[in-house]
């Protein structure tokens, strides 16, 4: 942290806990959604390469790749950009808000995904905007109903092997 040896300077996280995120987005998916994009996960193999690293720091790049995935997936681009952007421009308003004695920069570090959201945010988002972005939905009956079955049948299917390839003995 180059930032700890400037004077005064102060280091302020300013993003959503990831684990809030990837709950809420999980929360976000229909359970068609959430296996379609586990399959698209496990079975994708692509590298990137330093050239498409490059090309997605384009602005146009990016906006069309956040647009593709929005298509397929609109509830994870709620999540993971447009609730975020909120996120992160209030922490960047609660930080240049803040009363000090003399003038003062605020820099704020963040993925250029989220610099246009930032912007169009900026004044708009209030206090009590926040909480509900860091609640995490409860689950669904169908999910629950769902956990219940795969734990019962995996419990059986446990007690199942173990009596079957338990230990015999032979009784004359």
Request: hydrophobic share 45%.
């Given at each position: ?66 647009e ?7 509830a994870l ?8 952007d ?20 605020i820099?704020?570090?963040v ?7 930032i ?10 905007d ?37 230990p015999r003995r032979?009784f004359p």
């Amino acid at each position: 942290f180059q930032a700890k040896k400037v004077p005064g300077c102060i280091v302020q996280l300013g993003d959503r806990a990831i684990d809030v995120t990837l709950h809420r987005a999980i929360a976000s998916l229909s359970w068609g959604q959430t296996i379609r994009f586990i399959w698209h996960l496990l079975t994708s193999n692509q590298t990137i390469s330093l050239e498409e690293v490059e090309k997605c720091k384009q602005k146009k790049m990016l906006e069309d790749m956040l647009e593709e995935m929005a298509e397929e997936f609109p509830a994870l681009k709620r999540v993971f950009v447009v609730e975020r952007d909120m996120y992160l421009c209030h922490s960047l308003q609660v930080a240049a808000l803040q009363p000090r004695r003399e003038p003062c920069r605020i820099v704020g570090v963040v993925g250029i995904g989220h610099v246009a959201g930032i912007v169009e945010h900026w004044g708009k988002i209030k206090p009590q905007d926040i909480p509900p972005l860091l609640q995490v939905p409860p689950p669904s009956l169908s999910t629950r109903v769902i956990r219940v079955t795969v734990r019962v049948a995996c419990i059986g299917a446990l007690i199942y092997a173990g009596y079957k390839f338990r230990p015999r003995r032979w009784f004359p």
